[in-house]
């Protein structure tokens, strides 16, 4: 699915290290465990020696970084990155991290999240003289960070991040220090941790877990982390208006075994099943996940309304990209090979199936059919998250409206199309309470924006102007 679906935004993976004496394969573990963040892409930059090597392909961290390539790469510290999809086209040059040297320094940069200015200050540089190597947002800061001169690189960070407006957690590398930050409204997870002596950052602390390193704790909105070989320092960059953390972070994207803010993936996932058994109780013989995603929503619906938990669908785990086919006839077909239902769960029983979000509606409609066909006698579609009606500026694939299913129909129109015998989303409300976050205010520091059309920043990309219009 995830190659299939097209959007000019991209949800990407972060993972960098100070102070290790393998810091390659370390990185190399961090990325692997981040590989659902991002499958078009991935590379990574490493100091070494005084100077900064790029080493860096399309595809995955498997295809990119083969036994031969990670032979030849070794440093003390490593910025590394996994990306999804598209900011401006694909290609070579839009891999990350990029890679700077100017004649007075070197510096490598990653990037998760996405812009919204990024037109806006790109036409302003470009007026001034700079050249853009990439077409992807996060160029903007380096040359922002160029044109602040000869000052410290702190200073000129934080004066290059006081111009963005969006979504972003930074890795910046230079060959003596690593910059971390984060956008003002804390928009993405970032974790830092400590492996030995050194330390670690990634977008989702399953990746600490991964190599070995303990959890600190969690980057905050507007920070800025300075880490050397003295150690590591903080400061704000930027006052906290609005901690506005991912809501889809928790339903969809980040893995179950991570933590954001202290709470469990897979546990806030569970709650929201069980939310949903609140909100909606159906008359069913059996609850099934729509894998893997929908899995542990429909793990807590089944606890919660005491309807048994079974295995209705089945992922094939051998289908790889390739089976991504360009006509429609094959992708059916790919579809069928990597979800089967199982015939002897489902035969004559009233089918509970939950899955995390509907966008365009094309995996439930294609599912419900299946279920059907393996002799399901009735469909019920439970969602573990509310219609997502409004498009994401902040780096999730669902920018365009147009392709937004629940934008344009009514729950009743979905559930027609999607052929269910019903279809339920949870409530904002029911979504919040139920990931439970401890933060003070309605949305508990939670970026609902996709549900509920209030963004946390100011708006300002011609697709945001476009659909204001709309
Ligand atoms: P749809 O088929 O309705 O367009 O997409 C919903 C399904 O795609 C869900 O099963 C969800 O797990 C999966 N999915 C893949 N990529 C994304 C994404 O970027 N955002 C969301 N919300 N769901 C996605
Ligand atoms: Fe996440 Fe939705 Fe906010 Fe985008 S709009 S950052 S997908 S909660
Ligand atoms: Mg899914």
Known sequence: MLAELKGLNEECGLFGIWGHPDAAQVTYYGLHSLQHRGQEGTGMVLAQDGKLISSKGEGLVTEVFTEEKMQNLSGNA???????????????????????????????????????????LKAQLEGQGSIFHSTSDTEVLAHLIRKGGFSELKQRITNGLSSLKGAYAYLIMTDSEMFVAMDPNGLRPL?????????????????????????????????????NDEGITSERFATCSQRSMCTMEYVYFSRPDSNIDGINVHTARKNLGKQLAVEKLIEADVVTGVPDSGNSAAIGYAEASGIPYEMGLLKNRYVGRTFIQPSQSLREQGVKMKLSPVR???????????????????????????????????????????????????????????????????????????????????????????????????????????????????????????????
Do not use: W
């Not at 002596?197 to 909105?221: H, K, M, N, Q």
């Open 191 to 227: 974790s830092l941790g400590m492996l030995g002596d050194a330390y670690v950052v990634a977008s989702e602390t399953c990746a600490l877990d991964i190599v070995g390193a303990e959890f600190l704790r969690d980057i905050e909105p507007g920070e800025l982390l300075v880490i």
């Open 344 to 470: 002897g769960v489902v035969e004559g029983k009233r089918v509970v199936m939950v899955d995390d979000s509907i966008v365009r509606g094309t995996t439930s409609k294609r599912i419900v059919r299946m279920l059907k066909e393996a002799g399901a006698t009735e469909v019920h579609v439970l969602i573990s998250s509310p219609p997502i009606k409004n498009p994401c500026f902040y780096g999730i694939d669902t920018s365009d409206k147009e392709e937004l299913i629940a934008a344009k129909k009514s729950v009743e129109e979905i559930r027609e199309l999607i052929g269910a015998d019903s279809l339920t989303f949870l409530s904002v409300e029911g979504t919040v309470e139920a990931i439970g976050r401890q933060f003070e205010g309605e949305n508990r520091g939670q970026c609902l924006a996709c549900f509920n059309g209030k963004y946390p920043t100011e708006i300002f990309s011609d697709q945001e102007i476009d659909f204001i219009k709309s």
């Open 78 to 120: 490593a910025i590394g990155h996994v990306r999804y999809t598209t900011a401006g086209g694909g290609g070579y040059e839009n891999v990350q991290p990029l890679l700077f040297n100017f004649q007075s320094e070197s510096m490598a940069m990653a990037h998760n999240g996405n812009i919204v200015n990024a037109d806006q």
